[in-house]
């Protein structure tokens, strides 16, 4: 099941939320580095959960950076950042 319609989730993340990688991510993940959210899912298969070192029920979200490339990272991952 994808959530990409929905406005909000659980985790107080939303589309376009600006967002920092926490710095205790694994380096593929890109500690420390900023970007936009512009898609969600949860994850509900084991299998996936292991992919992004999270776990059934979490989310994943698709984040672009600034020079336009994305990844989908777990949100365990995430902090928002700042107003």
């Known amino acids: 099941m994808n959530y990409e319609n929905e406005n909000i989730n659980e985790q107080g993340y939303s589309w376009n939320d600006p967002v920092i990688i926490k710095k205790l991510a694994p380096k593929q993940f890109y500690p420390g580095e900023i970007g936009i959210i512009c898609g969600m899912s949860k994850i ?3 299998e ?3 992919k992004y070192y999270s776990k059934v029920g979490d989310w994943t979200y698709t ?3 600034e ?3 994305d990844i989908q990272i777990a949100g365990c991952y995430l ?3 700042p107003e």
Do not use: C, V
């Open 44 to 46: 509900e298969f084991e």
């Open 79 to 81: 902090e928002k950042l």
């Open 67 to 69: 020079n336009g490339t």
């Open 63 to 65: 984040l672009e950076f």
């Open 48 to 50: 996936i959960a292991k």
